[in-house]
C-alpha cells in the first residue's frame, strides 16, 4: 500500500527545558501522527553535535545527542529537581533553540542526575555496557579527554590519558539514559503503528571519536591531518561548490575487513530505526574529493567508491533492508544503475521540479513521473518551506506551479496544500511531509540553510501547533489520495 508520514526533528519537538526531547511531548506527537493517519515518522540524525550544532556533524557515529533526554523523566525518577530545572535559563524564545544556553545548562543538570543515580550493582546500567562496549568505552574516554583538554579537537590535545574514571561513567551514564529513553519512545511508535525513519550522514566529523579511534579507516597523514576531504563541486545552486570539510574514507583498507565498520554502524542504526535514509548515496559511487587547505569546492575530483561491493557485504551480514538513498542533485547512471541493484528507494522533491538550475531533468521531480520505489517530499530540511519558496518565486515560475497544479485561484499563502495534494497522488509508494507545510509556515521554520553557519536547526513548533484542526487536515488529505 502507498503510505505516508511526516518529517519533524526531535530537535523541533516542544517541551519546557530548551529544546524538544523524549519528553512527553514526544509521545503526545507519536498519538497526534496516529490520529492523522500517519505510518512514519521521519526525523533527523540523533548523534552528539560538534560546532556550528549540525545533526549532520557528530562526535560518534554511534552516540546519542544528551540533549535529547527527558529532564522531565529524570525528574519523575527523583534524581533530578524540578525547581532547579526550573529555574534553569534555557534562553527566552520557546520557539527557537537557544544552542549556547543549552550547552552552558545541560550537562550541569546531567551531572546531578547521574550523582544522584546510584549505578553500583545496576544490572541494567551493566547490561548496557557489555553491549555497547564496542563504541561505548572509546567515546567515553574521547568525551573525557575533549573536556580534559578544554573543548579542543582531539588533535590538538596535550592531555592524552584518562584518569578520571567517574567522568567516564558519566558519560557512559549520559549515553545509558539517551537509549533507554529512546528505545521506550520507540516502542511506544510502533506499537501505535508509527515506524521510524533515521537518518545517518555519509561521512564523519573529524573531530569525532570514530577518526580518532580509527584513523587508519580514513584519508589522512602521517600526523593524523585530512589529505583530502569531502564536499561537492560547483553547480546551479553554489558557483564554488561544497566545502563540507569531511575527512574522506581510505576505503582500500575498510575494504581489507570486509567493511566491517560499515556493517556495524548500518547494523546499529537498524536496532535504532525502523527504515534507514543514508545521506549523499552518490558518494558511494563516487566521491568528491578536495585538497586539505582549499578554501572552495573548485578544485576537487571524482574518485571511484566501492559502491555495490560495500552493499553487498552488508546485505550477506543484515539481510535485506529498508533503506532510503539521498540521490538528489546531479546523478550519473552509475548511481542509478546502484540503487536498482540495491533495491533502495530515492527520492523526489517537489520543488526542484520547478528549479531551472538543477542538472539533473527537472521532469524527473513532477509527481506524474515518480516511480512506486521512490519517497516524494514537497522539500527537505535543506530547503526553503513550501509558502515561503512560493511567495519568492518570479511571477512566469509561479505560473509554471500552477498551470501544473491546475490551481489558478488559491491565494499564494495557501498554495501549500494543493501543492501537497499533488505528490499525495502520486504513484510513490511513501510520501514524507514536513510538519512545517502542513502548518504554512514560512521562512522562519527553516531547518538549515547549506553553507551557513549560525541560525540553523533552531525551529520549534509552539506548543499549541497540534491542533485538532491540523490533524483533521493532515487526516482527509492521506485518506482522499489512499496513503492509509
Not at 546502484?338 to 521540479?353: Q, T
Not at 515560475?397 to 495557501?414: I, N, Q, S
Amino acid at each position: 500500500m502507498r503510505k505516508a508520514g511526516i518529517l519533524l526533528s526531535i530537535s523541533s519537538l516542544p517541551s519546557k527545558y530548551g529544546i524538544g526531547c523524549f519528553s512527553k511531548k514526544a509521545y503526545e506527537f507519536v498519538d497526534f501522527l496516529r490520529s492523522a493517519k500517519q505510518s512514519y515518522w521521519q526525523i533527523l540524525p540523533l548523534g552528539p553535535t560538534s560546532y556550528g550544532d549540525s545533526p549532520y556533524q557528530s562526535f560518534s557515529s554511534f552516540a546519542g545527542n544528551p540533549y535529547f533526554i527527558s529532564l522531565e523523566e529524570l525528574i519523575d525518577e527523583g534524581v533530578l529537581d524540578k525547581g532547579v530545572c526550573d529555574n534553569t535559563d534555557f534562553g527566552i524564545d520557546e520557539n527557537r533553540i537557544d544552542y549556547a544556553k543549552l550547552y552552558q545548562a545541560r550537562f550541569g543538570l546531567l551531572y546531578m542526575a547521574y550523582k544522584n543515580t546510584n549505578l553500583t550493582n545496576n544490572s541494567e546500567f551493566a547490561e548496557f555496557e557489555k553491549e555497547n562496549a564496542f563504541w561505548l568505552d572509546d567515546y567515553a574516554r574521547f568525551m573525557t579527554l575533549k573536556n580534559a583538554n578544554n573543548g579542543k579537537a582531539w588533535n590538538e590535545w596535550t592531555k592524552t590519558t584518562v584518569t578520571d574514571t567517574n567522568e567516564i561513567n558519566f558519560w557512559k551514564f549520559i549515553q545509558y539514559k539517551f537509549f533507554k529513553q529512546w528505545y521506550k519512545l520507540k516502542k511506544y511508535a510502533n506499537e501505535n503503528g508509527i515506524s521510524i525513519i533515521g537518518d545517518i550522514p555519509i561521512y564523519v566529523s573529524y573531530d569525532s571519536v570514530d577518526v580518532w579511534q580509527n584513523p587508519e579507516l580514513f584519508d589522512l597523514d602521517s600526523d593524523g591531518h585530512p589529505v583530502n576531504v569531502a564536499g561537492c563541486p560547483p553547480d546551479g545552486f553554489s558557483a564554488t561548490g561544497q566545502l563540507w570539510g569531511n575527512p574522506l574514507y581510505n576505503w582500500e583498507e575498510h575494504k581489507k575487513d570486509n567493511y566491517k565498520w560499515w556493517v556495524k554502524r548500518i547494523g546499529y542504526a537498524f536496532k535504532m530505526y525502523d527504515v534507514l535514509r543514508i545521506d549523499h548515496f552518490r558518494g558511494f559511487c563516487e566521491f568528491y574529493s578536495i585538497p586539505y587547505g582549499e578554501r572552495t569546492a573548485e578544485n576537487g575530483q571524482w574518485i571511484e567508491a566501492p559502491g555495490s561491493e560495500l552493499f553487498r557485504f552488508i546485505r550477506q551480514e543484515l539481510g535485506e533492508q529498508d533503506i532510503i538513498a539521498e540521490d538528489l542533485g546531479f546523478i550519473t547512471d552509475s548511481v542509478r544503475k546502484l540503487l536498482n541493484e540495491c533495491g533502495f528507494a530515492g527520492m523526489k522533491v517537489f520543488e526542484f521540479a520547478f528549479d531551472s538550475r538543477d542538472d539533473n531533468g527537472s521532469d524527473t521531480y513532477l509527481p506524474h513521473n515518480y516511480p512506486r520505489n521512490c519517497v516524494a517530499y514537497t522539500e527537505t530540511h535543506d530547503n526553503e518551506p513550501v509558502s515561503s519558496w512560493f511567495s519568492g518565486l518570479p511571477q512566469n515560475e509561479k505560473k509554471l506551479v500552477r498551470g501544473y497544479l491546475c490551481d489558478y485561484y488559491t491565494p499564494d499563502k495557501e498554495i501549500v496544500i494543493p501543492f501537497i495534494s499533488r505528490i499525495m497522488q502520486s504513484n510513490a509508494k511513501l510520501c514524507i511531509i514536513p510538519l512545517q507545510d502542513y502548518m504554512q509556515e514560512g521562512s522562519d521554520s527553516r531547518i538549515n540553510t547549506p553553507q551557513t553557519v549560525g541560525d540553523n536547526w533552531r525551529w520549534r513548533i509552539r506548543r499549541d501547533s497540534l491542533t485538532p484542526e491540523l490533524c483533521q487536515l493532515i487526516r482527509s488529505i492521506t485518506k482522499r489520495y489512499g496513503r492509509c
